[in-house]
């Protein structure tokens, strides 16, 4: 079964690498897709990632298009331009989100944004603890697919397993959506904690009051508690909180330290942290890591304010 993944990014070139000869990588840049071709690699994006002999890299997008499984793997706040500019190829195809955030205009995660921009399509989302390096070496990775409809599940649950990705179905989108991107809100005030030099125990602590936080979120707006113990839940917090290879961590990192962040640098956590803000307001949740990190973010508090913020709040019972 041919398959696309739409965005040459390090993950999307990692899944085309992982999906094989059976896979078309749309690349947006005809330039870029040439110098694939011409290396067998993504030297821009992922350098020292061999690309399959069999793999098609392409900029014409209706010919990357004609597959019916297309994995999206484009940022989630420019997910809605990408769909409402190519809406027409896109009609009832299988489209896969494999994105992590809350897209600010609107509130929604991708599959939300998916079935905006798309109404005539099956919306997926691929989500968990992955890291492109990872999976473009082969090395074992386990992810989350959730998908509404329980067939389209199970028969993108077949089509996307591949020899090094194992892929656990749910139909949970709800909780799916929410982990992958609330955890990168979290991953971000760790990173700023070991930034600060505050130190291991500091971290083990914020990341424990961060995930009751993403429960407090998620189960309010209706997920399955279950799924928030799972990969696209804990699993993606415990690697993004505990690992420089993160860039929501190595944002995190910048902020601690007081070092320049490279700007042009996708950091989803960034985006959501504020998204997740103003929702959990309206809806009255207390979320002070994420309000914490915001504050962080537009530079209103400075890290030392921010971590006598957390450890002055009133005590509670855990």
Not at 3 to 27: D, H, K, P, R, Y
């Amino acid at each position: 079964m041919s398959i696309t993944v739409i965005g040459a990014g390090a993950f999307g070139t990692a899944l085309a690498i992982s999906i094989g000869e059976s896979a078309t990588l749309w690349c947006r840049d005809e330039t870029h897709a040439a110098e694939m071709i011409d290396h067998a690699e993504n030297q821009r994006r992922l350098p020292g990632a061999p690309l399959p002999s069999g793999l098609t890299v392409t900029a014409d997008l209706s010919k990357a298009c004609q597959p019916d499984i297309i994995l999206l793997a484009v940022p989630t706040q420019k997910l809605r331009s990408f769909l409402t500019e190519n809406a027409a190829l896109m009609t009832h195809k299988k489209l896969v989100a494999c994105c992590k955030g809350i897209e600010r205009s609107s509130g929604l995660g991708p599959i939300g944004v998916i079935e905006d921009c798309v109404p005539d399509t099956q919306a997926a989302i691929l989500t968990g603890p992955s890291f492109a390096a990872d999976i473009a070496r082969g090395l074992p990775t386990a992810l989350t697919l959730a998908c509404r409809n329980e067939e389209t599940g199970k028969t993108l649950q077949a089509a996307l397993t591949t020899r090094n990705m194992r892929l656990y179905r749910t139909t949970d989108t709800i909780g799916a959506e929410l982990g992958g991107a609330l955890k990168n809100v979290i991953a971000i005030a760790c990173g700023a904690v070991m930034g600060a030099k505050l130190g291991e125990s500091a971290r083990a602590a914020l990341m424990t009051r961060g995930f009751a936080e993403m429960q407090r979120m998620a189960l309010a707006l209706g997920a399955q508690a279950e799924t928030l113990v799972g990969l696209s839940g804990f699993g993606d917090l415990a690697l993004t909180c505990s690992s420089a290879l993160s860039r929501n961590y190595q944002l995190g990192l910048a902020l601690g330290s007081r070092d320049n962040f490279d700007p042009s640098i996708t950091v989803e956590g960034a985006a959501t942290a504020r998204a997740v803000e103003m929702q959990a307001q309206s809806l009255g949740i207390d979320m002070p890591v994420t309000q914490t990190v915001v504050a962080l973010l537009d530079q209103r508090l400075t890290i030392e304010d921010a971590a006598a913020q957390l450890l002055t709040r009133p005590l509670k019972e855990e």
